[in-house]
């Protein structure tokens, strides 16, 4: 399995903007599917992002559509997740998690196989 360590989390007022990173280590980076997942205090963990092994492909949580952008470069073993507009209900441990399965791009956490370790953000009002 890939591991995963992601960074970048951290305290932002509402309005500000963050950019993660999660950087691959231990296999073809390029082979997987990159997602990024979050956990809000209290509340199961959902689907935010993902993006396809070449990352020609995107696809977003209705969520932070519009305000989130996920992208990878493959030559720096890296998938970003670049936040703009934060809102406070944005505060959770963000995850990022690959995936082997087949097709361009995957939404559920039990198509994931490796996970980070989590960062937290926080969005004060």
């Known amino acids: 399995q890939v591991q995963l360590v992601e960074s970048g989390g951290g305290l932002v007022q509402a309005g500000g903007s963050l950019r993660l990173s999660c950087v691959a280590s231990g296999r073809t980076f390029s082979n997987y599917i990159m997602g990024w997942f979050r956990q809000p205090p209290g509340k199961e963990r959902e689907f935010v992002s993902a993006?396809?092994?070449?990352?020609?492909?995107?696809y977003d949580s209705d969520s932070v559509k519009g305000r989130f952008t996920i992208s990878r470069d493959n030559a720096k073993n890296t998938v970003y997740l670049q936040m703009n507009s934060l809102k406070p209900e944005d505060t959770a441990v963000y995850y990022c998690a690959a995936s082997q399965y087949s097709g361009t791009v995957r939404s559920r956490q039990e198509d994931f196989s490796s996970w980070g370790q989590g960062t937290q953000v926080t969005v004060s009002s």
């Open positions: 993006i396809s092994r070449t990352g020609g492909t995107t």
